[in-house]
């Protein structure tokens, strides 16, 4: 086994995946100590499992930084060091064509929300971030500044479906309404791109006739809870 590593995570809300990563972290199936879990939603319920377990937790409240946006950015709010022009240039999130005032609104919007995560997450020395349901979009602005070290990945992500296939927010959904017989869960790490980045670890479930959107879900969680895990243990074991 390698060093043990220090673990920040950031969730949306149930946070099963984050129980898992606990769980493991608990029982030694991983290597790691978990030093925060930050939320984008006040209230999110993986905010409570996180401080049963005693870990320091925060809110960064991305819902109400861009509502306060959608009423003008004055420039002089932005970060210091947000240079759009570069974000721009580096993100690959938005095709071309897309109107520039909705990319300069998105771009602006986030870093202003990251800055404020960045903040807290400056407060603890951290080896890797986990995403763990967290259902936010990570601009270069951020990424680049987690990812200090050139061509060293630091963010894991899992996503609900087998990538490259079902990009994007629902793909468990994407995964039932093309009527898949096979599903599964990817862990990759972030890049620039939405849900582009390297893969480390995939686990496939089959679905039948009879299955539901509910027992699509149903079978892809338990998945998930068993492959973060191994990719953090994947990740530590190579640190
Ligand atoms: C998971 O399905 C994960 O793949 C997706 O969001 C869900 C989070 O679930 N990104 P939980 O909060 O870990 O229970």
Redesign the pocket.
């Known amino acids: 086994m390698g060093k043990k590593i220090k673990v920040g995570t950031l ?1 949306s ?6 129980q898992a990563i606990i769980d493991a972290a608990h029982s030694g199936g991983i290597n790691a100590d978990i030093v925060f879990t930050g939320s984008d939603t006040p209230g999110a319920k ?1 905010l409570e499992r996180a401080q049963k377990a005693g870990i320091h937790t925060f809110v960064v409240d991305y819902a109400n930084i861009i509502r306060s946006c959608k009423k003008g950015i004055d420039d002089t709010d932005l970060p210091e060091d947000f240079d759009f022009e570069e974000i721009k240039a580096k993100q690959r999130l938005f095709k071309t064509g897309i109107p520039e005032n909705r990319v300069r609104f998105f771009l602006k919007s986030r870093a202003m929300a990251e800055k404020a995560l960045l903040d807290h997450i400056r407060e603890f020395d951290m080896d890797l971030l986990v995403l ?2 967290f ?1 936010r979009v990570l601009t270069p602005y951020f990424i680049d500044r987690i990812n200090t070290v050139p061509g060293r990945h630091r963010i894991m992500n ?3 479906a087998l990538l490259p296939s079902f990009p994007g927010t629902d793909g468990y959904g994407d995964t039932f309404r093309h009527g898949c017989k096979i599903g599964g ?1 990817t862990v990759h790490f972030v890049d620039y791109g939405e849900d582009t980045g390297p893969i480390i670890g995939q686990k496939a479930f089959e679905i039948e006739d009879t299955d539901t959107l509910e027992d699509v879900k149903r079978k ?2 338990a998945k ?1 809870w068993e492959l973060y895990p191994q990719c953090i243990r994947k990740f530590s074991d190579s640190f």
């Open positions: 969730i809300g149930g946070g099963t995946n984050l993986g763990a349901g259902m899992i996503h609900p869960c892809g969680l998930e």
